[in-house]
């Protein structure tokens, strides 16, 4: 299964950003082989609905679940109706936000 | 006759001069609030509503029957209102402008579009002169539908538009169509800052425009030394006096609580209405 | 690294008055000018630009007159009445300041003579002040403050924390409750809200109370020019109290911060009759910012 995680810069500090239509890149991990992916949002120069456009690549990636700081109501709504689990995580590091979303640390959030 | 009364940012006194601007010139005068995200002109002119009409904006809607799931809609959108996962469009209505492309480029005719409520533009007998405000619904973003649809309610002959801060879309739609701008400003750096991006709009729309100093301090010539400079007329300076902000924190209007200023209101407007009818 | 953003209903509140006299008792600390439209911190300020870049939002459409037939359906198919026949050339003309950047009249034009190019918006800076390093912004007339650039804005200032080692980023932010303001306070450690004691004033305070409710963002209130009105100031007060929030204190009317500000000064630096007060308030934020973190 390929989860989502939004990164800062381009990623390779394993810094997460807390921000999810607007982070820089997107690390795309899969559960099943342990491998990780980089791959540039590019929504994020969107002047408004970056976290749309980012939702609609966060799909077509193939993801089933996105682990981030903060999704706006309209991309959590969006996922939502794709099927795409979205977890909030306070984590500064991608190995600390996948480590509690392995122990089930992670809080799901749902559009109201 | 068309006057708009405008400023760089808020909080320079724009309402208040607007609104004291329509109660001297009288009971056929209207004024249009088109400060449609905060409408607070009726905060001074209380009165009962004449009516109410809403605004509404065509936006699509998708025949998800028709559609065939080719995103020719979706990559034409450049709002992202519209986005997809493979299937029928998800639309967004926060983000349309209501340009009617999508449904333009859409081959399996899948798009139709339907009305959605912006706000409202309410007409209001404020008995001193006619109140026409415009009142966009929360979590809408496109005021300029409401704003044009409140200065289209205004028939008087004497018309007033109180403009929204800011020099973007919102302040070019009040804008247009009034034959005299009076510019609201303070006498100081923040004041004049925001001064000179105004003008620099104005200019661009070829617009006749003066200025009226607002908390105006004897001793500081900031705005007349730029408007010198410029060209441009001060038509009146309202004083730095705490009574006056006073009146305008208890909602009052100045020409009432402090009927001493009558004077100078009644020679700005008349001073406005010379430079149009010259 | 924390955010704190300054907020107000309203433009005209003090908010940036009362933000550069914080960044000159917080230092050190970074600063983000993300009230873009009216940007006027660096007035008191005075940055030196150190690094400056243009900034593009959204697109706008370009006549090409050589290969316009003059047909109209440009005209008629946009909805903005931004494209006309009426000028003195027998070619469709945009008025850029009515065009919303759809892009209907490229798709419309039967002679492919309409360019859509990027529209440029602004330039965005960072740059060095004498109260630390400051990200900010300036627009080209009639270009609107968005999300994005309020984020960018944002993002070199958190870059130049990083780089400075500099603990807090001070956010100056947009007025009103739009899309620009949403995007200075999410995700930020703190919210201060500076409210007037006027009409307007206390119904700005709701609503932007909501707004930071919704984002989760721990809010602190103070009132500007309190002695305008007293019974106002006290309602404001009970009900930030009544409400559990957190009152930050109250600065009194003075026209001190004007005389400060023509001297390209802060109140605090001018030592002004309301810098006490000042004091007082950002004194009662920054605990609450510590407090904050020892919590987060
Ligand atoms: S009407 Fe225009 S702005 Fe609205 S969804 Fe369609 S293409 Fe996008
Ligand atoms: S253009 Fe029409 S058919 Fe294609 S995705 Fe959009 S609505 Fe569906």
Redesign the interface.
């Known amino acids: 299964m390929k989860i989502v995680f939004t990164m800062q810069g381009d990623g390779r500090d394993g810094l997460m950003d807390r921000r999810f239509g607007r982070a820089e890149t997107f690390l795309v991990y899969n559960s099943e082989t342990d491998e990780r992916g980089l791959v540039a949002n590019s929504a994020v120069d969107a002047a408004m609905g970056a976290g749309l456009k980012a939702a609609e690549s966060i799909v077509a990636l193939g993801a089933v679940a996105l682990v981030t700081g903060e999704c706006g109501v309209k991309a959590l709504h969006a996922l939502h109706r794709a099927g795409v689990k979205v977890y909030s995580t306070d984590s500064t590091t991608f190995a600390d936000a996948l480590e509690d979303l392995r122990q089930g640390n992670l809080r799901e959030a749902r559009p109201a | 006759m068309r006057i708009a009364v405008a400023s760089g940012k808020g909080g320079t006194g724009k309402t208040s001069v607007a609104v004291n601007l329509a109660v001297i010139a009288g009971r056929t005068a209207t004024l249009v609030d088109c400060d449609v995200e905060e409408p607070n002109a009726h905060i001074f002119l209380k009165g009962d509503v004449s009516s109410t009409d809403t605004v509404s904006m065509s936006v699509p809607a998708i025949e998800e029957n028709r559609c065939t799931g080719c995103r020719a809609c979706v990559e034409f959108c450049g709002f992202n209102a519209l986005i997809s996962f493979g299937g029928p469009p998800l639309f967004f209505p926060d983000l349309c402008h209501g340009c009617g492309g999508c449904r333009l480029v859409c081959p399996a005719g899948a798009i139709v579009e339907v009305a959605r409520p912006l706000g409202e533009v309410r007409r209001i007998d404020a008995g001193r002169c006619t109140l026409v405000e415009g009142c966009l619904e929360v979590g809408v973003s496109s005021p300029v539908p409401v704003i044009k649809a409140a200065k289209a309610a205004a028939d008087g002959d004497f018309v007033i538009y109180d403009a929204p801060p800011g020099t973007s879309c919102p302040l070019v739609a009040t804008l247009r169509g009034a034959d005299y701008v009076l510019l609201v400003t303070e006498p100081t750096p923040f004041g004049l800052s925001d001064l000179r991006l105004t003008v620099e709009v104005l200019r661009q729309m070829n617009m006749e425009f003066g200025v009226v100093i607002n908390r105006s301090m004897r001793s500081e010539s900031l705005i007349h030394d730029y408007c010198h400079h410029e060209a441009i007329e001060v038509l009146g300076e309202i004083p730095e006096d705490r009574r006056i902000a006073e009146a305008y924190a208890a909602g009052r209007l100045i020409v009432e609580a402090l009927p001493g200023y009558r004077p100078l209101f009644r020679s700005i407007l008349e001073a406005c209405l010379e430079r149009v009818t010259a | 690294m924390k955010e704190l953003v300054v907020l107000s209903?309203?433009?005209?509140?003090g908010k940036?008055?009362l933000t550069a006299c914080f960044a000159s008792l917080a230092q050190p600390a970074v600063l983000a000018d993300c009230d873009v439209?009216?940007?006027?911190l660096h007035?008191?300020l005075v940055p030196e630009a150190e690094r400056r870049e243009t900034f593009h939002?959204?697109?706008e459409a370009h006549v090409r007159s050589e290969a316009c037939r003059g047909c109209g359906r440009c005209a008629a198919?946009c909805?903005?009445d931004a494209m006309s026949l009426d000028g003195p050339s027998d070619s469709a003309m945009v008025d850029p300041?009515?065009c919303?950047?759809?892009?209907?009249c490229v798709?419309?034009c039967p002679a492919d003579a309409i360019d859509f190019s990027e529209r440029m918006a602004g330039s965005v800076m960072t740059s060095r002040t004498r109260c630390g390093a400051m990200a900010h912004a300036r627009?080209n007339?009639?270009?609107?403050?968005?999300?994005?650039l309020v984020?960018w804005v944002r993002?070199q200032a958190r870059r130049l924390s990083e780089e400075l080692g500099c603990p807090l980023v001070l956010i100056d932010g947009p007025?009103?409750?739009?899309?620009p303001t949403m995007a200075a306070l999410?995700?930020c450690s703190h919210a201060l809200v500076v409210i007037?004691?006027?009409?307007?004033g206390l119904?700005?305070l709701d609503r932007i109370l909501a707004l930071t409710r919704h984002?989760e963002v721990p809010t602190s209130v103070c009132v500007n020019?309190w002695d305008?009105?007293a019974e106002?100031s006290a309602i404001i007060e009970r009900r930030i109290r009544a409400t559990g929030g957190h009152f930050a204190g109250r600065v009194r009317?003075d026209?001190g911060v004007?005389q400060a500000?023509?001297r390209?000064r802060t109140a605090v630096e001018e030592g002004a009759a309301s810098a006490g007060d000042i004091r007082s308030v950002w004194g009662a934020v920054a605990e609450r910012l510590a407090i904050d973190t020892v919590d987060?």
Do not use: W
């Open positions: 209903g309203k433009g005209g509140t940036t008055s439209d009216a940007a006027n007035l008191v939002a959204g697109r198919a909805r903005f300041l009515a919303e950047g759809c892009g209907v798709f419309v627009l007339p009639g270009a609107d403050n968005s999300g994005k984020s993002q007025p009103g409750l739009a899309c999410t995700g007037e004691p006027t009409m307007s119904h700005d984002f020019k305008i009105d106002k009317y026209r004007t500000q023509m390209a987060g």
